[in-house]
C-alpha cells in the first residue's frame, strides 16, 4: 500500500510539473466564459479556437459551464467548490473572461442583471491572479418565437450595453445577439429560424455565427475567408455567417452615394450609380442585375468591375424591366441599391404576369393610430393594386401602398394582402397581420389564478393586454409562455410535470413597448408520490397485508412461528445437531 501512495504522489507531481512547463511554454492568452447553454450548444468555443488556430491567433476560450445556471446562480457557489465558477477563475490567470446570461434577463430583468455583473465584476477583480484581466458581456439573442424580433434585439443590445459602460466594469461586448438580428432584416425570416434549434437553442449554423462574431471582436479583424466550417455546413453558408458577424461586429457595408439613374435609348439604355466604403470607392464592384419576371435578357457591359458604376444595359426585347446594382467591397460586405424601371423600345412588347419583389410585412401601432401596408410587384403591363382585409376587398385600396383608419382594438389580429393583377395574370401577396397595443408597458399583472396548488400540473390564468405575451417564471426561471387571446385571457399548464417541491409562480407581462415588473408569487407545492408499504404487491404476484403470500401476511408469520419451536424442542431432545444445518 505504501509503494502505490508513493507512486501516485510521483504520479500527480510529475503532472503537476509537465501542466506549469507546457504553460510556461505557451504565449497563448486564455479565456473562460462563464454562462449556459447558449454557448454550450455545439461548442461555440471549440469553433472560436479552430478558427483562431487556422489564423495563427494566439487564443484559446475555455469555458465553465452549466446547463440552466443564471450569473446569479453561478455566484452562489462557493468557491470552496472545485467545480464551481468562482475557483476557476481564482485559480487561473485569465486574459479574458465573458459572463453570459440567461436569455431574456436582460430585457426582462435589467436590475437583476446589472447586480449579478457588478457582483462578478468585484469578485474577478479581488480574486483573479491576473491584475489586467478584462471582462466580457456575451450579447444573447431574441427568442425565435418573439413578435417583436427586432424591437428585442435592440432591447438586448441597448441593455447590454448600458451594463458594460457602468463605472468601474468597463467592459466590452460580443454581439451575437446582433449577429442573429443583421440576418433577419437583411436576408429574411426563414433564414433567423435556420440559426435557432429550438425557440431559444442556436442551431450548428447559428453557433458559428456566433464564433464568427467573437472572432471578430477579439481580433478587430474580418473572418470572412476562413476555410474552417462545422461539418454540415456548406460554404456559402459559412461565407454568409462570416459576413453577416463582421457587419455586427462592427466592419462597415459599403453605402450608395449617389442612387442608380438611367437614360434609354431603344433596346440600349445607359445606367450609373456611385458608391462609397471606408476602404475607398475604388475597392468596390458593381454588379447590375434584373429583378423579377422581365420581358426579355439583359447583358451589362464591364459587369462586376469598378468600371460598371457606369455601365450599358441591352435589352433582347421591348417591355418594362426593373434593374438594381450590388455594390460590394473588398471584405466581402455589400449593399444592394433601390429598384429603378425603363421601358426599351424597338421590338415586340410581350404581356408578363405579375411578380411581387417586395411583400409587405406585418405592422403593430398604438390603438388610435394608422398603419401602413406596402408591396411592390413588376410586369407587363403594369400590374393593378386591390388590398383585401380578411379575404375581402377594401373599397378604393388599389395603389401599391395602404393605410388603414385610425385602428380600434377590433382590428388587432386582422389578415391583410394585397391582390396583383394584369392582363398575364394575378398574384396575391404573403398574408400580413395587424397587431393593436396599448402603447404603453404592460401594468404589473394581476396575481394569477391557481387552479390545482397541490398538482404536477397546476393551470395557471389570469387578465391581461391583448396580444401581450405572458411569460410564466418559476423561481424567477421562465418555463412557459403564452400569448393574451382577443377576449384579454390568458390560462397556462406546464407541458411536463412539476418535481416535487415548493414552486413559487410569477407572472410577467409583455409587449412591443416593454415588460412589467413580476406579478405577486403563487405557490404550488407538489408532494412527491410515496409507495405503498406492506410487502409484495399484487401486481407482483405476492398479496400484501391483506392476506396471500406476502411476507407480511398472518400465516407466513405462524408458519415462521411453528418452525422456530419445533427446532427448539428437536435441540433440547436427544438429537445434538440441528437437522437444518449439513456437516
Not at 260 to 273: F, I, K, M, Y
Not at 309 to 314: L, M, R
Request: proline share 5%; charged share 10%.
Amino acid at each position: 500500500m505504501n509503494h502505490f501512495r508513493k507512486f501516485i504522489n510521483c504520479c500527480l507531481v510529475i503532472g503537476i510539473w509537465l501542466l506549469t512547463f507546457a504553460q510556461i511554454g505557451t504565449a497563448a492568452e486564455r479565456v473562460l466564459s462563464i454562462g449556459n447553454s447558449l454557448i454550450n450548444r455545439n461548442d461555440t468555443p471549440g469553433m472560436f479556437n479552430l478558427m483562431a488556430a487556422e489564423a495563427g491567433k494566439g487564443l484559446r476560450w475555455t469555458e465553465q459551464y452549466w446547463s440552466g445556471r443564471s450569473l446569479a446562480q453561478h455566484f452562489s457557489v462557493s468557491e470552496t467548490q472545485v467545480t464551481s465558477a468562482k475557483y476557476v477563475v481564482s485559480h487561473t490567470a485569465w486574459d479574458y473572461i465573458i459572463l453570459q446570461e440567461f436569455s431574456s434577463t436582460p430585457l426582462i430583468d435589467l436590475a437583476e442583471y446589472r447586480q449579478s455583473v457588478q457582483n462578478w465584476r468585484d469578485y474577478i477583480r479581488a480574486n483573479c491572479p491576473n491584475p489586467q484581466v478584462q471582462i466580457i458581456l456575451f450579447q444573447n439573442w431574441a427568442y425565435d418565437t418573439s413578435s417583436n424580433y427586432a424591437g428585442d434585439s435592440v432591447g438586448l443590445q441597448t441593455n447590454t450595453l448600458s451594463v458594460a459602460q457602468l463605472s468601474g466594469v468597463d467592459a466590452w461586448t460580443i454581439p451575437s445577439g446582433r449577429a442573429f438580428n443583421v440576418v433577419n432584416t437583411t436576408d429574411g425570416v426563414s433564414a433567423r429560424h435556420n440559426l435557432y434549434a429550438d425557440y431559444r437553442h442556436p442551431s450548428v449554423l447559428g453557433s458559428y455565427l456566433s464564433a464568427c462574431v467573437a472572432y471578430s471582436c477579439f481580433f478587430r479583424s474580418s473572418p470572412v475567408g476562413l476555410a474552417y466550417r462545422p461539418s454540415g455546413l456548406s460554404a456559402a453558408q459559412a461565407a454568409q455567417m462570416q459576413t453577416r458577424a463582421w457587419v455586427a461586429a462592427g466592419g462597415t457595408i459599403p453605402t450608395i452615394a449617389t442612387n442608380p439613374t438611367s437614360t434609354t435609348n431603344g433596346l440600349s439604355a445607359q445606367l450609373r450609380v456611385t458608391g462609397a466604403d471606408d476602404n475607398g470607392q475604388s475597392q468596390l464592384y458593381y454588379t447590375w442585375e434584373t429583378v423579377g419576371t422581365a420581358p426579355g435578357s439583359v447583358t451589362f457591359s464591364m459587369n462586376g468591375t469598378n468600371s460598371a458604376s457606369i455601365a450599358t444595359a441591352t435589352f433582347s426585347a421591348a417591355g418594362v424591366y426593373n434593374l438594381r446594382v450590388r455594390i460590394m467591397d473588398c471584405g466581402g460586405l455589400s449593399v444592394v441599391s433601390e429598384n429603378i424601371s425603363m421601358t426599351a423600345s424597338g421590338g415586340v412588347t410581350t404581356p408578363v404576369s405579375p411578380t411581387i419583389t417586395t411583400q409587405p410585412t406585418n405592422q403593430t401601432v398604438v390603438l388610435g393610430s394608422t398603419a401602413t401596408f406596402n408591396v411592390i410587384a413588376t410586369g407587363t403591363p403594369s400590374p393593378s393594386y386591390q388590398w383585401q382585409k380578411n379575404g375581402v376587398n377594401i373599397t378604393g385600396a388599389t395603389a401599391s401602398t395602404y393605410t388603414t383608419t385610425a385602428t380600434v382594438i377590433g382590428d388587432h389580429g386582422q389578415i391583410f394582402r394585397c391582390v396583383v393583377s394584369n392582363s398575364a395574370g394575378t398574384r396575391n401577396s404573403s398574408n400580413v397581420t395587424l397587431t393593436v397595443t396599448s402603447g404603453t408597458p404592460p401594468v404589473t399583472p394581476p396575481s394569477p389564478i391557481l387552479s390545482g396548488s397541490n398538482s404536477a400540473r397546476p393551470i395557471l390564468s389570469g387578465t391581461a393586454e391583448v396580444g401581450a405575451t405572458v411569460h410564466i417564471l418559476d423561481n424567477n426561471s421562465e418555463v412557459g409562455t403564452v400569448v393574451v387571446g382577443l377576449s384579454g385571457n390568458w390560462s397556462w399548464t406546464p407541458s411536463v410535470d412539476l418535481l416535487p417541491g415548493t414552486h413559487p409562480l410569477t407572472v410577467v407581462v409583455q409587449n412591443a413597448f416593454g415588460s412589467s415588473v413580476p406579478s405577486a408569487v403563487v405557490s404550488v407545492t407538489v408532494t412527491p408520490v410515496i409507495p405503498p408499504s406492506g410487502g409484495v404487491s399484487s401486481e407482483e404476484g405476492g398479496g400484501g397485508s391483506g392476506g396471500g403470500c406476502g411476507l407480511g401476511s398472518t400465516s407466513t408469520l405462524m408458519i415462521l412461528l411453528f418452525f422456530a419451536a419445533f427446532r427448539c424442542l428437536y435441540l433440547n431432545g436427544s438429537q445434538k445437531s440441528d437437522p437444518f444445518i449439513q456437516d
